[in-house]
C-alpha cells in the first residue's frame, strides 16, 4: 500500500477543487450511460432478463479490475491512475453508444466496469489527501458532487431522450467534456509518489465488514436506481417519452441534495440515527413507487429514496476512516470494495428477477435492502 507524501504547492482549496472536478466528470460518465439503458435495451431488442444478464458484464470487469487497481497504484499513485483510468472510462462510454449486438455490449460493459473501479480506488485516495490537509471530514462533499453530475448527467439524457438524439452523438459529447477537463485538471491533482508497497488486498476487520454491509445494501438500491429507474417508468408507469427520466432525476436531485447536508445532519442527531433513518426513508420510498404506479406518487416515492440512499455511503467511509486497525486509506479501500460489489451486482439481480416475476417484485426486493441498512446499523456498534 503506498504513501501519500505530504508536499502540495498549490493552496488545499485549489486540490479541494481539482478532486471535486475529477468526481464530477466520473458521476457524469456513469449517469450518462445509465440514462440511457431503457434506449440501448431498446436498440438491440432485449428482455428484462437478457438485460440483466448484459449489465452484469459490469461487476465482471470491476471484479477484473481488484487486483489490478490495487497493484498499480502502489507503482504509479493515484493522480497516474486516476488520469488513465478516467480517459479509459469515458472512451469506453462512447464505445457503449455504438455497440451493434450483445456481445459487443457486453464487450464495452467490460471495460466500462473495469476502468470504473480503477478510477473510484483513484479519485477516493485523492479525496483522502484532500481531507487530510484539510483535517476534518469532507468526503460527503465530494461525493455530493458525484451525485450532482448525475442529476445533470440524468437532466442531459432527459433532454437527449426527448429529442430522439441516438447514445453515439450523445455520448461523444460527453467523453469530449471528459478528456478536455481532465487535461486541464491534471497539474492541480496532488502527485503522490508511491513510498513503499505491500499486498494488493488487505482482509478488512469486523467492524469494517459491517460497515461495508451497510454500504452493500444501500448501493444495491442506488445502482438499481441508476439502471432501471428509467425502465420503471416506462413499463411500469407509463411515462410519455419526455417523462421517462423523470423518477431518475427526482433521485438523484435529492441524493445531491442530502450528500451536501449529511455532515451536518449527523453531527446534529449521530451517525447510528443517520443511517436508520436513511434506510427507512429508502425503504418506504420505493413501496410507494410499487403500491401506487402513477407518475407523481412515484416521483414522490424516488424522491425520498434518493434523500435515503444519499448520507449511506459518505458516512459509512467517514467512518471507516477513524479505524484503529488499519491506516484511513486502506479501511476506506477495504469498505468501498464491498459497497460498490453490490451498485454492480444489484442491477443484473434486479433484471433477472423482473424475468421471472416482474419488474415491481423486483423493486419491493429493493426496499427489503433499505430495511437492511436499518436493521445493519441499529446491530453495528457505530
Same mark, same amino acid.
Given at each position: 500500500?503506498?504513501?501519500?507524501t505530504? !508536499?502540495y504547492n498549490?493552496p488545499?482549496?485549489t486540490?479541494?477543487i481539482?478532486?471535486g472536478v475529477?468526481f464530477?466528470?466520473?458521476g =457524469?460518465?456513469f ?13 438491440l431488442?432485449?428482455? %428484462? ?5 448484459? =449489465?452484469?458484464?459490469?461487476?465482471v470487469g ?7 487497481s490495487?497493484?498499480?497504484i502502489t507503482?504509479?499513485?493515484?493522480r ?7 480517459t ?19 464487450a464495452c460493459?467490460?471495460?466500462f466496469g473495469?476502468?470504473s473501479?480503477a478510477?473510484?480506488i483513484?479519485?477516493n485516495?485523492?479525496a483522502?489527501?484532500?481531507e487530510?490537509l484539510y ?6 462533499s465530494?461525493?455530493?458532487l458525484?451525485s450532482?453530475?448525475g442529476? !445533470?448527467?440524468?437532466a442531459?439524457? !432527459?433532454?437527449m431522450?426527448g429529442?430522439h ?6 455520448f ?5 467534456i471528459v478528456?478536455v477537463?481532465?487535461?486541464? !485538471?491534471?497539474r492541480y ?6 513510498a513503499?508497497?505491500g499486498?494488493?488486498f488487505?482482509m478488512?476487520d ?11 445494501c444501500s448501493?444495491?438500491c442506488?445502482?438499481?436506481?441508476? %439502471?432501471?429507474?428509467v ?5 411500469i ?8 427520466g423523470?423518477? @431518475?432525476?427526482?433521485?438523484m436531485?435529492?441524493?445531491?441534495t442530502g ?5 451536518k445532519?449527523?453531527?446534529r442527531?449521530?451517525?447510528k ?6 434506510g427507512?426513508l ?11 404506479? @402513477?407518475l @407523481?406518487?412515484?416521483i414522490?416515492?424516488?424522491l425520498l429514496?434518493g434523500?435515503?440512499v444519499?448520507s449511506?455511503v459518505?458516512?459509512? @467511509?467517514?467512518?471507516?476512516g ?11 479501500a ?6 460498490f460489489?453490490g451498485?454492480l451486482?444489484?442491477p ?5 428477477i423482473?424475468g421471472?416475476a ?5 423493486f419491493m426486493l ?17
Amino acid at each position: 500500500m503506498k504513501a501519500i507524501t505530504p !508536499t502540495y504547492n498549490f493552496p488545499r482549496t485549489t486540490l479541494r477543487i481539482a478532486v471535486g472536478v475529477m468526481f464530477f466528470m466520473t458521476g =457524469l460518465c456513469f449517469a450518462s450511460w445509465a440514462s440511457r439503458i431503457a434506449t440501448i435495451q431498446q436498440n438491440l431488442n432485449l428482455s %428484462d432478463a437478457a438485460l440483466g444478464g448484459v =449489465l452484469f458484464a459490469l461487476p465482471v470487469g470491476l471484479m477484473c479490475s481488484l487486483p489490478f487497481s490495487g497493484w498499480i497504484i502502489t507503482r504509479i499513485g493515484s493522480r497516474n491512475l486516476l488520469i488513465a483510468a478516467l480517459t479509459v472510462y469515458a472512451v469506453s462510454l462512447l464505445s457503449l453508444g455504438i455497440a451493434q449486438n450483445t456481445i459487443q455490449l457486453i464487450a464495452c460493459l467490460l471495460v466500462f466496469g473495469f476502468s470504473s473501479n480503477a478510477v473510484n480506488i483513484s479519485v477516493n485516495t485523492q479525496a483522502i489527501a484532500a481531507e487530510e490537509l484539510y483535517q476534518r471530514p469532507i468526503l460527503a462533499s465530494f461525493h455530493g458532487l458525484w451525485s450532482l453530475a448525475g442529476f !445533470t448527467g440524468a437532466a442531459i439524457g !432527459t433532454f437527449m431522450i426527448g429529442n430522439h438524439v441516438i447514445p453515439f452523438k450523445h455520448f461523444s459529447l460527453i467523453m469530449a467534456i471528459v478528456i478536455v477537463t481532465v487535461i486541464f !485538471t491534471t497539474r492541480y491533482l496532488k502527485n503522490d509518489k508511491p513510498a513503499s508497497t505491500g499486498p494488493v488486498f488487505v482482509m478488512p476487520d469486523n467492524s469494517l465488514i459491517k460497515l461495508g454491509l451497510i454500504a452493500f445494501c444501500s448501493m444495491i438500491c442506488e445502482g438499481a436506481m441508476f %439502471d432501471w429507474s428509467v425502465i420503471y417508468f416506462k413499463k411500469i408507469i407509463l411515462a410519455q417519452n419526455a417523462l421517462m427520466g423523470a423518477g @431518475y432525476t427526482a433521485f438523484m436531485f435529492t441524493m445531491a441534495t442530502g450528500r451536501f447536508i449529511a455532515d451536518k445532519f449527523s453531527h446534529r442527531f449521530g451517525l447510528k440515527r443517520t443511517l436508520q433513518i436513511s434506510g427507512m426513508l429508502t425503504a418506504t420510498g420505493l413501496i410507494i413507487a410499487v403500491a401506487f404506479p @402513477y407518475l @407523481y406518487t412515484a416521483i414522490f416515492g424516488f424522491l425520498l429514496v434518493g434523500f435515503g440512499v444519499s448520507s449511506v455511503v459518505p458516512l459509512v @467511509y467517514s467512518a471507516a476512516g477513524k479505524s484503529t486497525t488499519m491506516s484511513p486509506g486502506v479501511a476506506i479501500a477495504a469498505v468501498s470494495t464491498i459497497a460498490f460489489m453490490g451498485f454492480l451486482v444489484g442491477p443484473p439481480v434486479i433484471g433477472f428477477i423482473a424475468g421471472i416475476a416482474s419488474l415491481k417484485a423486483s423493486f419491493m426486493l429493493i426496499a427489503a435492502m433499505g430495511i437492511c441498512v436499518t436493521v445493519f446499523s441499529t446491530k453495528a456498534k457505530i
